[in-house]
């Protein structure tokens, strides 16, 4: 929206956009003012009007349309799992019944609020990662309302996310292993399918789900690469896994296997193709289902309590995976093509291991001088 004079006429006039119930973008143009505070004041009548003529629904009808179309909007099924859950457990209760036009952005700030000072049913607040995780849904609601032409503008985009202090019941930074953690820990597995499937999380860095989707055609036991393309997950409308894309484009990629993991996977290779019915398609952890989630945590509880070692979670191997690459010096670019990051991310995944670096660095400059 705008105001600009008709140098034609020497009046005054505005114009710009907005979007029908239909979704299609209606430009519009008035002329004839004679000062360009009439146009602006004009301008302003016109787009209330034109707010108070658009029809309106209730979030929770909006909720359904959202999900009745999810097909169309082009959206991963776990994030239509995820605004699902979100949405019956945090948001529904108190803004189901209300209008759309309830939702400005004076309104959700306050009941952002409103929601940081309540408490969840085990007694504890909601942390600012929730609270933003909330507000993410939200925002994927209000920008289908924009495009159905029910809203003019998606007020989340007005609010920044919450950047609140780490209090005494956030999580915890996640746990790693150093390289000796690992190889004794190692050193106590006696199943070989788990020795491999432990060495390949913490020699990759690859994402669990993103183990879990790799199948034997996705590896090149002759060149040493791995193409990670794809993950799996049980974030589905029917709770039963899937295979789909991965978490971002440049989770796509190709990664080196060092000499040790390549042994074990051509030994593994070559007993899985003697198997009756063995195919390409076959995933490398499991067979003709992939490994889940519940068994690996399983089995690592298991060897962690024989080994002794820190508790960690399946996670934690990425996790470790990075902080050996980044301490030792190996470029950024290096690594975040690695792991599906850009440099930017990485250092801001892993802040904490670049910030006890720079203090390494500063305890070697003292002794040199």
Known sequence: MAQQKDTKRGTWMFYGSCKDITGKTQR??????????EAKEAEHAFRLEMASSRPTITL???????????????????TLVTDISTYKVHIEEDLGQLPLTTFTVPFLDNWRTHISKKKKKNGEPYSPRMINKIMETLSRYFAYAVRLGYMEYNPCHSLPAIKGSRGPNAKKRPVFWEQSTFNYFLSCVDDPYWYDVFLFLFGTGCRE?????????????????AHISKTITS???????????????????YIDLQDALL?????????EKKKD?????????????????????????KYIELSGVPRITPHGFRHSHATLLIRSGIDDQLI???LGHTPAELRKTY???YADSRKEMIQKLNEIF
């Open 28 to 37: 519009y143009c008035r002329r004839g003012f004679k000062t360009k505070k």
């Open 60 to 78: 929770n009808e909006l909720r359904h349309l959202y999900r009745s179309n999810s097909g169309s909007l082009e959206i991963k099924e776990s």
């Open 209 to 225: 789900g993103e183990m879990f989707a790799l199948q034997w055609a996705d590896i090149d036991l002759g060149s040493g690469k």
């Open 235 to 253: 974030k589905t409308t029917t709770g039963k896994w899937t295979i789909t894309s991965p978490k971002t484009e440049r989770s796509d990629r």
């Open 263 to 271: 042994v074990r996977l051509r030994a593994r290779f070559s007993a």
């Open 277 to 301: 019915g063995f195919s390409s398609s076959w995933f490398v952890f499991g067979h003709l289902a992939p490994l889940s989630r519940t068994q690996l945590a399983r089995f690592l509880d």
């Open 336 to 338: 975040a093509d690695r």
């Open 351 to 353: 802040a904490h291991i």
